[in-house]
Nanobody, 126 residues
């Protein structure tokens, strides 16, 4: 199994920054970490869950949604089995519950991710 636990959400003013963290653990993750793709998704009230960013657990490939490109950065710490989402220049439209996910496919579809965290709320005030 794979366990994912997000943290770092909160309330911030527009233009501010937050860093989300995702702690990955579990026997399956430890055994197959190098094959995983780690993704961040978000879901605003009344809307579908949207892709934000993804990164391979091995290598340097990253990919971002157009809406966050240039403002958000996804990175990882393999030794700590942590994935981060650095969010700068935040906008009110970034307000959502943010989820960390793990899967085997290089994908922006949420159904391609097998494991999910519980989510962390990010609220950006105008």
């Amino acid at each position: 199994q794979v366990q994912l636990v997000e943290s770092g959400g909160g309330l911030v003013q527009a233009g501010g920054s937050l860093r989300l963290s995702c702690a990955a653990s579990g026997r399956t993750f430890s055994s197959y970490a190098s094959s995983y793709v780690m993704g961040w998704f978000r879901q605003a009230p009344g809307k579908e869950r949207d892709f934000v960013a993804r990164i391979r657990w091995s290598g340097s490939s990253t990919y971002y949604a157009d809406s966050v490109k240039g403002r958000f950065t996804i990175f990882r710490d393999n030794a700590k089995t942590m994935v981060y989402l650095q969010m700068n220049s935040l906008k009110p439209e970034d307000t959502a519950v943010y989820y960390c996910a793990a899967g085997a496919k290089w994908s922006w579809f949420d159904y391609d991710y097998d494991y999910w965290g519980q989510g962390t709320q990010v609220t950006v005030s105008s």
